[in-house]
């Protein structure tokens, strides 16, 4: 299957600073990534639609502001989260959208953020 | 609410069982992905369903999508420890590609 890649894996933060996770697609060009959140045990909670060359669309409730995301390229799209607060520790995966004839989503490793 | 009902929530069975898990759905879907997670881990595709009716095995695992497109179940025989983990089922709805989760079955299966 493809390869989506995230980075970086895990990261510990002071509350206050902001943080920026990379996705990328490695093996084909992605249009179209998705942000997610998870908690534990729980499912996978679409926070935005990142959009290659334009500007994301958000999930209602999702702060744009707080959650910058940019796709600058079709293989890249970024996540920055920004005045993290402890309150925003969660793992955060992305996913890329392959359109091929079954539009299958690959997901990539996630990312561990907590934030003190 | 959830477009995609998935169930059960949780599993805890013994080795050598059967189990199936179902997401349900009022809405069409024109495609139904099912995911494994383990801890710490991004989802795994496991199958892409896409023609109603349609029936996927791979190796202990059967996956059906209902004639309609709304809902569709996962099989397992005989599970084994190394199955245990976190299964979603994920539909989309149009081309711009969003899925729908369900809220996902965690299984556990005892040696």
């Known amino acids: 299957g493809a390869v989506v890649s995230q980075h970086p894996s895990r990261v510990i933060c002071k509350s206050g600073t902001s943080v920026k996770i990379e996705c990328r697609s490695l093996d084909f060009q992605a249009t179209t990534m998705f942000w997610y959140r998870q908690f534990p045990k729980q499912s996978l909670m679409l926070m935005a639609t990142?959009?290659?060359?334009?500007?994301?669309?958000?999930e209602q409730g999702v702060e744009k502001d707080k959650f910058l995301i940019n796709h600058a390229s079709l293989t890249l799209s970024t996540l920055t989260v920004t005045s993290a607060h402890p309150e925003d520790s969660s793992f955060y995966i992305c996913s890329a959208l392959d359109q091929g004839a079954t539009e299958t989503q690959y997901f990539g490793p996630g990312t561990r953020l907590l934030v003190l | 609410t959830q477009l995609l009902e998935q169930s059960p929530q949780f599993l805890s069975i013994q080795e050598g069982e059967n189990l199936t898990v179902y997401c349900n759905s009022s809405s069409v879907f024109s495609s139904l992905q099912w995911y494994r997670q383990e801890p710490g881990e991004g989802p795994v595709l496991l199958v892409t369903?896409?023609?109603?009716?349609e029936v996927k095995k791979l190796k202990r695992l059967t996956f059906q999508f209902g004639d309609a497109r709304k809902d569709s179940s996962l099989h397992i025989t005989a599970a084994q420890p190394g199955d245990t983990g976190l299964y979603l089922c994920a539909g989309v709805r149009s081309t711009l590609g969003r899925l729908y989760f369900g809220r996902g079955t965690q299984l556990t299966v005892w040696p």
């Open positions: 990142s959009n290659e060359g334009s500007k994301a669309t958000y």
């Open positions: 369903v896409v023609t109603g009716g």
